[in-house]
């Protein structure tokens, strides 16, 4: 596992927010290009892509429902580059799901421009908090990849959480991850378990005939 710090997080977060963000038809009055709505579906997100072995099951899955060889292939180099091992960061089960102060990450990225977040309140309630995306963060996220070409695994990664959540909220990621037994029965306050060696032997078990036509 790679040693974690502020700006390591930030940096994922940043191409989190980018790659899983929808432009706005026009830049608003701050200068913003695109948003990301809603912190749980951000946590969502965070979890595939530090939790590599529950995203190569979600793919799996996929796999089986539309046959479609690119999610076998992509789990597949999940195992093969040992993501499982060097990539996991894990996360612990709160209250709706997997979750992580993210505070210093997210003003790394606050005070240098790169994202706002607006506070939206009903009464004294807050409201979700949507993120959004100016287009420091955008050229940033490409300069990045440009200059430090093995810093790309992040951007590769996080289009593939991207895609896999086809555009749906929160709710519904977090539901989807809550299938996953061993996330659900996590208790509270206690890490989200691997689920490697699982995956591992239903990897092996699958061929590309492996699917429903």
């Known amino acids: 596992m790679s040693e974690r710090s502020p700006q390591r997080d930030a940096l994922r977060l940043l191409y989190i927010l980018v790659e899983g963000s929808t432009p706005l038809p026009e830049p608003d009055d701050s200068g913003a290009v695109a948003i990301f709505r809603g912190e749980s579906r951000l ?62 990450a997210l003003s790394i990225l606050r ?29 940033l996220a490409d300069d990045i990849v440009k200059q430090f070409p093995i810093l790309a695994w992040y951007r590769t990664r996080t289009k593939v959480v991207a895609a896999l959540a086809a555009g749906r909220g929160g709710a519904a990621l977090k539901k989807q991850q809550h299938d996953q037994i061993e996330y659900h029965a996590a208790s509270l306050g206690s890490t989200i378990p691997s689920i490697t060696d699982r995956v591992k032997e239903r990897l092996n078990g699958l061929t590309p005939r492996d699917h429903h036509v």
């Open 43 to 104: 946590f969502a997100f965070d979890f595939w892509v530090r939790n590599p072995d529950y995203l190569a099951d979600e793919l799996l899955d996929m796999f089986e429902k539309d046959g479609d060889i690119s999610h076998l292939e992509t789990a597949k180099l999940i195992f093969a580059a040992d993501e499982p091992e060097i990539r996991r960061y894990p996360m612990l089960r709160y209250r709706f799901g997997a979750y992580e102060r993210i505070d210093n």
């Open 111 to 139: 005070s240098r421009n790169l994202i706002l977040i607006p506070v939206k309140r009903a009464g004294t309630k807050v409201l979700e908090t949507d993120f959004l995306i100016m287009p420091e963060a955008i050229s």
